[in-house]
């Protein structure tokens, strides 16, 4: 009788063992398919699209000559065509906001812009303190 007992409780016992055993192996290959929480998922680039950067060209024009220095003949050229009264103030814009022009000359013209408003600020100001004024001593 021990010795039915015996197999009884070895039979149990690799039935258990068995039964943790693929237990074991289907949380194993759940865990092996299944996403845990931490992991981030891969994303991969379809065939058809491309990056824009790998084509081996760049889209962008060049510019112009804009690290060259501008030289005597182009300033004194400049000088003269800023001395035109209504040629100089559509030149100055060209030359402030073109895209072929040489960064010294953009730079430049771009200054004289900024001069240019700070004076006629202050031309307002002072024109409408002066009509203030003016208008201040009639009354008296």
Do not use: C, H
Request: glycine share 4%; no cysteine; net charge negative.
């Amino acid at each position: 009788m021990d010795n039915n007992i015996n197999n009884f409780n070895q039979n149990a016992d690799q039935q258990n063992f068995a039964q943790q055993n693929t237990q074991s192996q289907d949380a194993y290959q759940q865990n092996a398919y299944q996403q845990n929480a931490y992991q981030q998922p891969t994303y991969q680039q379809n065939a058809y699209q491309q990056n824009p950067y790998q084509n081996g060209y760049n889209n962008m024009p060049a510019p112009a000559n804009n690290g060259e220095p501008v030289s005597i003949g182009q300033w004194m050229l400049t000088l003269l065509i800023m001395m035109i009264p209504i040629a100089n103030i559509i030149m100055m814009f060209v030359w402030a906001f073109g895209s072929d022009v040489p960064a010294s000359k953009k730079n430049f013209f771009r200054a004289q812009l900024i001069w240019a408003v700070i004076w006629i600020v202050l031309f307002i100001i002072l024109y409408a303190m002066g009509l203030a004024t003016f208008f201040a001593t009639i009354n008296y």
